[in-house]
């Protein structure tokens, strides 16, 4: 039994979900989390334009009134001939989950978030990637090296394990995220498929692990 979250680095509603998700690890700390990126936008070309900027800064609006969480608006208009492709970002978290122990890829995964919202950082960037992955592994007293973890991030069996994500997501026929699950023996028994309140989430999770209790 474990949760699975489905989620992408670069997507506005994963982030603005984080805190949520930090605050219901922490009340259920018997419960194991797995983390399976999504690709929200894998290996797009198409050069993000002021149209596209504008509407995403929308999205970012309502996320920011519902999470609290900050936006730093001015990087986003500032980027010039930026991709917006999640394939790279998906990846990183990916690789760390190949070198740490699961247990610390959330960390990981919202430092990449901190970094694309917050920082402004250029999160398809792989050097740039391994320095966020590196830094927030740190902070958890694992010491692994930007240089490996960017070797991690570029070896063809971590791109082609990136896929694997993408593909088992698919074949949940899941579109749109974050996604919280709680996988029971075979069977994903759904928390949330979009933002929702810690609470909610306690309270939904709480009903079936009392589900589970009794049939065991």
């Known amino acids: 039994m474990e949760l699975i979250y489905i989620g992408d680095p670069m997507c506005s509603w994963c982030y603005g979900f984080g805190k949520a998700l930090d605050l219901l690890v922490t009340r259920f700390p018997?419960?194991?989390?797995r983390i399976v990126v999504g690709g929200l936008r894998a290996?797009?070309?198409?050069?993000?334009?002021?149209?596209g900027?504008?509407?995403?800064?929308?999205?970012?609006?309502?996320?920011?009134?519902?999470?609290?969480?900050?936006f730093n608006r001015q990087g986003l208009l500032d980027r010039k001939n930026f991709v917006y492709d999640t394939e790279p970002v998906c990846r990183a978290v990916v690789a760390a989950r190949g070198l740490a122990p699961e247990a610390n890829i959330l960390a990981v995964f919202r430092a990449l978030q901190h970094a694309f919202y917050v920082e402004a950082l250029d999160t398809t960037d792989g050097v740039v990637l391994a320095e966020v992955v590196a830094r927030a592994l740190k902070r958890q007293d694992i010491d692994i090296a930007a240089e490996t973890i960017l070797g991690k991030w570029s070896n063809a069996a971590t791109v082609a394990d990136t896929q694997a994500d993408f593909t088992l997501v698919r074949s949940w026929n899941i579109t749109s995220f974050p996604v919280l699950a709680l996988r029971v023996g075979n069977e994903l028994?759904?928390?949330t498929t979009g933002y929702t309140s810690v609470e909610m989430l306690e309270r939904r999770l709480a009903v079936l692990l009392e589900g589970v209790e009794a049939l065991n």
């Open 43 to 51: 290996s797009a070309t198409d050069v993000l334009d002021d149209a």
């Open 53 to 70: 900027k504008q509407f995403r800064l929308q999205h970012w609006a309502r996320v920011e009134q519902m999470s609290g969480l900050p």
């Open 30 to 33: 018997t419960l194991d989390l």
């Open 189 to 191: 028994h759904a928390l």
